[in-house]
């Protein structure tokens, strides 16, 4: 973690309603870490929460015990919190899946692709033998903008440092949203930023293979050592 970089810096989302909502919810999940004991858990921003509410996410992740622990909005410093802070305690998952960084306006490529291995190795501190998956940051914007080419910068950083992080892995989501003119279309963004249904299956589908593979693995893994951890 980096002082001088705020989106390395782990950060409450500030409560400007006054409902404390936030707040609500980071308990609720810290509950959910220690109950529900998942194989798969999901973490970052609105792109991770909205998967839940898709016929995708019961009929592909659900299956694989996974929870999602996405929350609307968020930067990068606020789930780097929410993990120092519980939600990645007194569980055993398999596998992790994080998705972070678009809403980190104001922040460098740099920065946030710091901020993203900051998350990543706040996780290993808890989870020592998990899988850690990071999914690319996606291209956003109806036409081609300045956010674009932050994202991409943000990607090819990462491509670079998670090969050198045990068990961790960066993983393209993007199947080709931007299209032969330069334009996404609503059908695969309903606001070009947010996905449809139909996107969500295009961008979901490697991580769902990845995940198949990792849990097979694990399985087997599992038999072969008589069913006790190794």
């Keep these: 973690m980096s002082d001088s970089n705020p989106a390395a810096t782990p950060t409450v989302v500030e409560d400007g309603c006054?409902?404390?909502?936030?707040?609500?919810?980071?308990?609720?999940?810290?509950?959910?870490?220690?109950?529900?004991?998942?194989?798969v858990v999901f973490i970052g921003d609105s792109l991770i929460a909205h998967l839940s509410y898709i016929e995708m996410w019961d009929t592909h992740f659900a299956?694989?015990?996974a929870i999602n622990f996405g929350i609307g909005s968020e930067r990068i410093e606020n789930v780097l919190w929410r993990v120092l802070n519980g939600e990645m305690d007194q569980m055993n998952?398999?596998?992790?899946?994080l998705l972070v960084g678009t809403n980190?306006?104001?922040n460098t490529a740099e920065q946030i692709a710091e901020g993203i291995e900051s998350i990543v190795d706040a996780i290993r501190d808890?989870?020592?033998?998990?899988?850690?998956?990071?999914?690319?940051?996606?291209p956003r914007g109806e036409q081609h903008n300045p956010l674009?080419?932050?994202?991409?910068c943000v990607n090819n950083i990462?491509?670079?440092?998670?090969?050198t992080k045990y068990k961790a892995q960066l993983v393209n989501i993007d199947p080709g949203f931007v299209q032969l003119d330069g334009a996404i279309s609503h059908?695969?963004?309903?606001?070009?930023?947010h996905l449809t249904k139909s996107g969500y299956f295009k961008a979901f589908e490697p991580v769902y293979d990845l995940l198949l593979q990792l849990l097979n693995e694990s399985d087997k893994l599992s038999v072969a050592s008589g069913g006790q951890e190794i």
């Design 187 to 193: 059908h695969d963004m309903w606001d070009y930023l």
């Design 93 to 97: 998952p398999k596998a992790v899946v």
């Design 104 to 106: 980190n306006h104001g």
């Design 63 to 65: 299956p694989m015990h």
């Design 148 to 152: 674009r080419e932050r994202n991409t």
């Design 126 to 138: 808890r989870q020592a033998q998990t899988y850690i998956i990071v999914l690319t940051l996606l």
């Design 158 to 163: 990462l491509r670079r440092t998670l090969s």
């Design 18 to 39: 006054g409902d404390g909502r936030w707040m609500s919810v980071h308990k609720r999940l810290v509950s959910d870490a220690q109950e529900k004991e998942p194989e």
